[in-house]
């Protein structure tokens, strides 16, 4: 038996995996990825937005190498370690001084339920409001706040009971015309109309919400919009919980999405970016809400892992030293001046919208419907020139483009040429 034939992925990768490459990955760096005959990538994916600081970032490696030598799992119960403080230092200076504790744990979904979980013990109210779009994971409590597309909860129900949905700002799809003051106008109107039809205020816990939607399309609220839920839950007792997971650790341009709208929220959940890979997660909020949680009420064996969150602390150093935020900032808008020249070309490009290198083009048939045959087309186009790209959108009209931090210029106008000629052969 040949070594491909015992690694076939028809036979050992279950089919839930969908898969958007056939590419067998042997080695990264930086921005490219190589597969096991040598060939070359590049990856505007990050591995959905994860290699922030660039695939196998020396500093990492060298951390991550460093800390697995010394002790890999210092169980947090049990051990106290310096990686999980330095870690917990790091991050906590990248925040308002509201934001000031750290709870570990391994993946995006599970910081979600801790969130989920910390608001309804602190204020002893049993509801949450989500916005429809939104994703937030795959574990049953994640997947109770998630309506980015059916089939993620479909069949899976009864899931979480005192869920309630508001719509989430899609100007370029907003339900009435008028511009974004008066779509926000009617978003309000619905988040508060749950208060007049479906939920007690003080019954509500927590206000969960994504600072710019992810999975759900890559749409940018207003200021006004986020600001107003800060508002409410001021009125009412709330807790404003924003999911940093894909907007987070410089993603946007800044290290945090949440600092574009000058709203501070109780409580963030972080992952993806935050490790270079490894799986890390946090629910970072006030000790004074975090000590609402007594010792045993929540928990897991692994959060604080020694080596993931030594990879975090070099994480986030490296974006300080590096000012990859910074870059993301730059870049980001060198590759959005470059897709509106394209949008203004190619009307099968409906709107470019993004901040940073968190960048969406949605992509509209000629009536303006979602075009998810042109997106496919031009992934796979892009992917013949050996470029990774990965779609977004309850009916993936959006491509997402969102390599590494640590892009540079002839890389991102590299990109624009290919996805050019990829627009144009549609
Ligand atoms: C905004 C957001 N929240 C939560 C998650 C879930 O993270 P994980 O896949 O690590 O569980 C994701 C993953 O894509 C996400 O984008």
Known sequence: MTAQVELDPQTLVPRVIGRYTPVFADHAQGIRVWDRDGVEYLDFTSGIAVVNAGHCHPAVVAAIQEQAAKIIHAQQNILLHEPMMRAAVELTATLPSRLNQVFWANSGAEAIEGAIKLAKIATRRPAVIAFRGAFHGRTHGAMSVTSSRAKVRGHYEPLLASIFYAPYPYYFRAPVPGGESVADDFYLAELRGLFDTLVMPDDVAAILVETVAGEGGYLVPSNRWLQALRAICDEHGILLIMDEIQTGVGRTGKMWGFEHFDVVPDIITVAKGIASGLPVSAVVSDKAIMDKWAPGAHGGTYG????????????????????????????????????????????????????????????????????????TSVIKRCFEEQVLLISCGTYDQAIRVIPPLVVNEAEIDHFLAVFGRAVSSL
């Open 304 to 375: 604080g892992n020694a080596v993931g969150t030594a990879a975090a602390a070099a994480t986030l150093r490296v974006m300080r030293e590096e000012k990859l935020p910074e870059n993301a900032a730059a870049m980001g808008q060198r590759l959005v001046s470059g897709l509106r020249k394209l949008q203004s070309e190619h009307p099968v490009i409906g709107e470019v919208r993004g901040l940073g290198l968190m960048v969406g083009v949605e992509f509209v048939t000629e009536s303006g419907d979602p075009n998810p045959a042109a997106v």
